[in-house]
Structures are given as structure tokens and as C-alpha cells.
């Protein structure tokens, strides 16, 4: 999503750029990143292709930024009202649990008003590090030639399972999941779990 932003004398940020639509489809590449830009009553202006995912999935609704969770809804309107009341609210950073038990990370940012309007717009942010996981994995089994079985120990790594832990969930011998773990430490040049989901977390194709 591209947004111009003009700074007036005052520093405050106002969109001179046309009115983004409801649903953005500028983004070409899905990173697992979702933006919503909202209204302080968290009335949703526009989003990019994975904030209309979720909305899809029924994490986020379609109109408005609510969820599922009293608890989280309760937080991020009393943060809203807080910051409609003139206070210097630092960014709002929240966990949101699915219900299918998935944790994404939420962070809310104030971010000026359209030029025309008096009305602050905010960005939220909603990012699936789970998401973005499976991603880099299976950028790495191309880049770095992973055998499935390979990619699947990787991925248990990632989560944080030992080789005994992945053995049984594989359903393979110990020993094979040792062997696994020491191809997946050569073909990446790694030497120590730590830092094979290091390598996993921050790779970048071709940026070796």
C-alpha cells in the first residue's frame, strides 16, 4: 500500500493523495502483513489484500475493527477514547488469539487525517509471524535445495521441538531426525538450533 503524506506547519500528517477504497489491491506481494486504515470509532476506510483475508476468515469484521474477543475489543476502544480525548497515547501493541489458536501480533498507530477532514485516521497493523514462517520456509527449500522431509523437521524446529519431539511427531526414528537436523545445519551453514529459526526468521531470498 503507498500512501503520499504532506507535512503541514505543525508536523501533523495529512494524506494529499486520493482516498484509498475499500478494499486495496496495490499490494501484489502477500507477506502475511495485514493494514487496515480506520476511523477513531475503528471504522475500516480501506485495507490491503491480507487484512481482507481476515476479514474472510471472520477474525475482523468487515465494517468495523472488531474481533471476536471482548477483551481485546475492550483494550483498543478504551485506547481510541483515550486518544480522541487529546492524550499522547505511545503505539498501542496488542496479541490477538484466534480461535483456531493462533496468535497474531496488533499494533495501532495514529497517523494524521485526510486533508479535507478534521477526523484522525489510524493504521493497524495485524501480522501472522506463523504465516510468515511457513513462508520463509518455503523460500528456503527452493533456495537452499530442502528435501519435504527436510522442510518438515525445519519447521517443527521453528516451533521449538527437539529431535526426539519432531521424531515422534514425524513419526521417524531418532536417529533419521538427527540426520535431518544435520543436513538442514550444512545446507544452511548453520550449527546450533538457535540459530537455524534465526536463519528462518530473517532470511531474505538472495540476500546471501
Known sequence: MTLAIDFGPRHEAHFTTARPTRHSNDDAVSDGTAVFLVTEDLRILSRNRDATRLTGEGIVGD?????????????????????????????????LETRSERVLAVSVTPIGAFADETRSIFAIVVRDHSRAIRSSIAAIKV???????????????????????????????????RTHLQRLFAKTGTTRQSELVHFVVSFVPGAE
Open 63 to 95: 465494517d468495523r475493527f472488531s474481533t471476536r474477543s471482548a477483551n481485546f475489543n475492550a483494550r483498543l476502544q478504551g485506547w481510541m477514547r483515550r486518544n480522541k480525548a487529546g492524550a499522547m497515547m505511545p503505539e498501542l501493541r496488542l496479541a
Open 143 to 177: 533456495f537452499h535445495g530442502l528435501t519435504p522431509s527436510e522442510a518438515k523437521m525445519l519447521g517443527l524446529v521453528c516451533e521449538g521441538l527437539d529431535t526426539i519431539a519432531a521424531s515422534e511427531r514425524l513419526g521417524i526414528a531418532k536417529t533419521t531426525a
